[in-house]
């Protein structure tokens, strides 16, 4: 099992930064491809992006590509999304998942968060 455990989200104007950590717990994050999605009120949740075991690999969903940045520290067991000229559009509950792959898809996931608030500001 592997508990994973979201920190980071707040509240900042649109054109802020936020980063988030999702701390695992219980097995190495090395053995898991790593991904953080997102859901707004009233939506589906939505892939994010996610990074390969080794970090060397990322790949984003259109509407955050050139803003955000995954990366991974294996040796703290820990992931991150760095947010940057966020969008009131990007307010969402941000979820990190760990799993076999890394793409968009859930089924590639096995472990999930319980989540952490973005809220962007006009």
């Known amino acids: 099992q592997v508990q994973l455990v979201e920190s980071g989200g707040g509240l900042v104007q649109a054109g802020g930064s936020l980063t988030l950590s999702c701390a695992a717990s219980g097995r190495t994050i090395s053995n898991y491809g790593m991904g953080w999605f997102r859901q707004a009120p009233g939506k589906e949740r939505e892939f994010v992006g996610g990074i390969s075991r080794s970090g060397g690999r990322s790949y984003y969903a259109d509407s955050v590509k050139g803003r955000f940045t995954i990366s991974r520290d294996n040796a703290k067991n820990t992931v991150y999304l760095q947010m940057n000229s966020l969008k009131p559009e990007d307010t969402a509950v941000y979820y990190c998942?760990?799993?076999?792959?890394?793409?968009?898809?859930?089924?590639?996931?096995?472990?999930w968060g319980q989540g952490t608030q973005v809220t962007v500001s006009s």
């Open positions: 998942a760990a799993g076999n792959g890394f793409s968009g898809s859930y089924s590639s996931y096995t472990y």
